[in-house]
């Protein structure tokens, strides 16, 4: 098998894993089958080996002392944390990002982004197509990492991302969650606020509003973990996650 092919495999192994956790096909403690794992998803055993070594680098397996893995449980601490730490992480990359300045064309790729935002939420802003706003919200969230101009930054913040609470856009792709017309239109603000202190190069305001900006997620999660087996049903994900 070719180089190429192989890491083809390996991603499409790690994406199919994944969104077996995360829809909740795979119970908290169950033990991942190699075998079963590449018999599911058409995919030889051995990128299905490297996509598991992959999660649990990112946090979502745990290895278990029997040999193989297992879906991770976090503590609600444990996942706040994860928002905390993403928002840390942020705020360090904007404050970079405003004190060694951007190049231009890189300020109108997120100011591109911002006004397709803005378009979204103007479509109806008492129920916005969540679907297309989850898409550029997460491409803001990529955007603004690659500000900071430093590759440790921005690949710390894609591993936490990967966590299916942690995301800059947790649960804002179910509808009917009360928090989210508003969530949306907060977010948007704080994303222009933020952007504006990188473009005047105020590192520390922009640092802030990062930080304070993550805190939406926390809310949201906070919200969520509130509706009991109800959300668990809607949020499959949350089973990873221990009230």
């Known amino acids: 098998m070719s180089y190429n092919k192989d890491a083809a495999q390996t991603v499409r192994a790690l994406a199919g894993i994944r969104d077996l956790i995360l829809r909740g096909e795979v119970e908290p403690g169950e033990r991942l089958s190699e075998p079963g794992l590449a018999e ?21 397996l745990e290895r278990v002392p029997a040999g ?18 993403r928002g840390v ?11 060694r300045g951007v190049e231009p064309r890189r300020m109108m790729a997120i100011h591109r982004v911002l006004d397709a935002i803005d378009a979204v939420i103007a479509l109806n802003p008492a129920a916005p197509p969540l679907d297309r706003y989850t898409a550029l919200n997460a491409e803001f969230h990529t955007l603004l990492s690659g500000l900071s101009g ?7 913040i894609d591993r936490l991302t990967r966590l299916p609470f942690a995301s ?21 603000s704080q994303h222009r606020t933020l952007v504006e202190a990188i473009s005047l190069r105020e590192g520390a305001r922009a640092e ?10 926390r809310r949201n999660l906070e919200q969520v973990m509130e509706g009991g087996h109800a ?7 949350l089973a990873l996650v221990a009230g």
């Open 150 to 156: 430093s590759d440790t930054i921005e690949r710390e």
């Open 208 to 217: 802030a509003v990062a930080r304070e900006h993550a805190r939406l997620a």
């Open 89 to 99: 992480l942020e705020g360090t990359a904007a404050r970079l990002a405003a004190e």
């Open 40 to 60: 599911k998803l058409g995919i030889s055993r051995t990128p299905i080996r490297a996509a598991l070594a992959r999660l649990e680098q990112e946090g979502l």
């Open 168 to 188: 800059p856009s947790a649960f804002l792709d179910k509808p009917g969650l009360p928090v989210v017309p508003h969530s949306l239109i907060l977010a948007q």
């Open 68 to 85: 193989g893995h297992i879906p991770r449980r976090f503590t609600l601490d444990e996942a706040i944390d994860a928002i905390e730490l």
């Open 231 to 237: 959300a668990l049903r809607r949020f499959p994900a």
